[in-house]
């Protein structure tokens, strides 16, 4: 096996008998694999200034706050609601359950009297002149240009 | 090498605080926000490489949590849940850089534990280098390596974070851990 390949096996952490005996007598692997470890000391070294946590603290702490508080004021309409159909169904719901008798119809005025008159109407005299004209009906028909007179004389033939 | 796995003490200490996030406590969940926030703000800034953009992932990532509380219920899936949401969340943000078209932005200066100074400014040098060099790697090929070797955690766990083979994962870190040391090399030897 070449170096680059043992390289290969120690970038990969396979571990083998055979690779401990080759790093035992290749300086130049055994130089790979202290520059591999430093590379990764190097980027565990990271030092993160303690500010930096109180800035992300404080500021998910607010957003929840922020957040918790824009559901209450979401959450006023909702209630507001609720608060009036509770009143309503309140008022309402003893009406439903018993409801009231109907209302009594009151006459305010009496029915009017018929009076019987105790003397009997005369029928009225018909003057001669009129019993002799002959009563004369004239029907009209669909056609304009017929007509029917029917001539009714005192007898009523 | 780091087990996302917690320990029965901090399993049970962990569940009665999203016990009581859930319930709405706002200081337990700031007590969990506590206890993950380095693993989160970590993996967001060697994802982005800026710390203001890290931190606004950090930001979504536990606000997510926040809205997902009701549906952990094993304390042991909140650091998985975690990883994997963050990764998410900066693979997005990658995905949108390349749409605004920026250049590359700049992250916080390393700070490395050594007193010797030229020994400090090679470490600092490689921290630069290998922030640089993550830059130039594709998103699943630096996922896997912030997660394995930035985190800490498994190949397994990797692959379960990712939701990709573990094969597919230790190809991944090997070809990522190639790219990088080809990077600081080649910049080594043109400049030191």
Redesign the interface.
């Known amino acids: 096996m070449s170096c680059s390949e043992w390289?290969?096996d120690i970038?990969?952490?396979r571990e083998s008998a055979e690779l401990q005996d080759h790093m035992r007598v290749c300086a130049n692997c055994r130089q790979?694999d202290r520059?591999?470890r430093?590379?990764?000391?190097?980027?565990?070294?990271?030092?993160?200034?303690e500010r930096?946590?109180d800035?992300?603290?404080r500021?998910?702490?607010a957003?929840?706050?922020a957040g918790n508080r824009r559901a209450t004021w979401r959450m006023w309409p909702v209630a507001a609601a609720a608060s009036i159909a509770f009143l309503c169904g309140a008022v309402l719901w003893p009406r439903f359950q018993n409801p009231a008798p109907p209302a009594l119809v009151a006459f305010s005025k009496a029915p009017t009297k018929i009076e019987w008159s105790a003397k009997p109407v005369r029928p009225v005299p018909v003057s001669l002149a009129a019993r002799r004209e002959p009563l004369v009906v004239k029907m009209l028909t669909n056609d304009p240009n017929v007509i029917i007179i029917w001539l009714v004389d005192q007898k009523g033939d | 090498m780091a087990d996302f796995r917690l320990t029965a003490e901090d399993a049970g200490q962990s569940a009665g605080l999203i016990a009581r996030a859930q319930a709405g406590d706002l200081a337990a969940f700031e007590e969990i926000m506590r206890l993950h926030e380095r693993q989160v703000l970590s993996t967001a800034l060697r994802m982005l490489a800026n710390l203001q953009d890290a931190q606004d992932a950090a930001q979504e990532t536990f606000l997510r949590l926040y809205k997902s509380l009701s549906k952990i219920s094993d304390a042991q899936e909140i650091r998985p849940w975690l990883y994997r949401v963050t990764v998410n969340i900066c693979n997005d943000e990658h995905r949108a850089r390349r749409r605004r078209q920026t250049g590359p932005l700049s992250g916080p200066e390393p700070v490395s534990p050594a007193l010797d100074p030229e020994a400090t400014w090679h470490e600092s040098e490689r921290s630069r280098l290998v922030e640089m060099a993550l830059k130039t790697l594709p998103q699943k090929e630096r996922a896997a390596v912030v997660l394995r070797d930035v985190q800490g955690l498994s190949t397994r766990e990797v692959a379960r974070i990712l939701g990709t083979a573990e094969v597919t994962v230790r190809s991944q870190i090997s070809v990522a851990r190639g790219k990088l040391k080809k990077f600081t090399d080649r910049y080594l030897r043109k400049h030191l």
């Open positions: 390289e290969h970038a990969s952490e790979f520059e591999l430093a590379n990764v000391a190097a980027m565990r070294s990271v030092a993160i200034d930096a946590f800035m992300v603290r500021r998910v702490l957003e929840i706050q």
